[in-house]
């Protein structure tokens, strides 16, 4: 089965860009989508299509998707992003990654 | 304002059937829009269900297929979820969420606020 792997954690300090990567196989021949997801709160989509960020969502989130990785970055990263995010694709069926918690320093 | 809710039973008991209910408000579930399940065990990450269109055509991931039925009651604008079955291993924080579409390129626009289902 298809797999979406993640690094555990990220650190990243107070308005600077983090970067959260998503490796599979072929990923860039896929759409990847993100979601951001609070403690105690439902997961919230941040970007679609690779690119495309919802209504509402802040112009600081920003995708990309090459190659083996996609890659969601947060840029001038505050304190309410402070989250686990999850990429999500699609082979035969919706498969989500493994997860990253960021944390802002 | 679309809005998804999750009823159900927050306690199962081993080899029973786990049965949940998404009311959707603010949106016409006959819509041209999917409406799926998604679970999180506890400490862990997310994993799809199944997903569902109004027109009855489901969808359900292949190793949980033997086990999920998705189910849809449009004159209540509902959608159901059964697992049969459910073990420990099926313990976790059920989510129902809309899609604008199934397959390559959708994605979980709207979700529900979740409900804990412990299996024990």
């Known amino acids: 089965s298809y797999e979406l792997t993640q690094p555990p954690s990220v650190s990243v300090s107070s308005g600077q860009t983090a970067s959260i990567t998503c490796s599979g196989d072929k990923l860039g021949n896929k759409y990847a989508s993100w979601y951001q997801q609070k403690p105690g709160q439902s997961p919230v989509l941040v970007i679609h299509?690779?690119?495309k960020r919802p209504s509402g969502i802040p112009e600081r989130f920003s995708g990309s998707n090459s190659g083996n990785t996609a890659t969601l970055t947060i840029s001038g990263t505050q304190t309410m992003d402070e989250a686990d995010y999850y990429c999500?694709?699609?082979?035969?069926?919706?498969?989500f990654g493994t997860g990253t918690k960021v944390t802002v320093l | 304002q679309v809005q998804l809710q999750e009823s159900g039973p927050g306690l199962v008991k081993p080899s029973e059937t786990l049965s949940l209910t998404c009311t959707v408000s603010?949106?016409?579930?006959?819509?041209?829009?999917?409406w799926g399940w998604i679970r999180q065990p506890p400490g862990k990450g997310l994993e799809w269900i199944g997903s569902l269109y109004h027109s009855g055509s489901t969808y359900y991931k292949p190793s949980l297929k033997s086990r999920v039925s998705i189910s849809v009651d449009i004159p209540k604008n509902q959608f159901s979820l059964r697992l049969t079955s459910v073990t420990a291993a099926d313990t976790a924080v059920y989510y129902c969420?809309?899609?604008?579409?199934?397959?390559?390129?959708?994605?979980?626009?709207?979700w529900g606020q979740g409900t804990m289902v412990t299996v024990s």
């Open positions: 969420a809309r899609s604008g579409d199934y397959g390559e390129g959708s994605a979980f626009d709207i």
């Open positions: 299509q690779d690119r």
């Open positions: 603010g949106y016409s579930i006959s819509g041209d829009d999917y």
């Open positions: 999500q694709a699609w082979d035969s069926s919706y498969v």
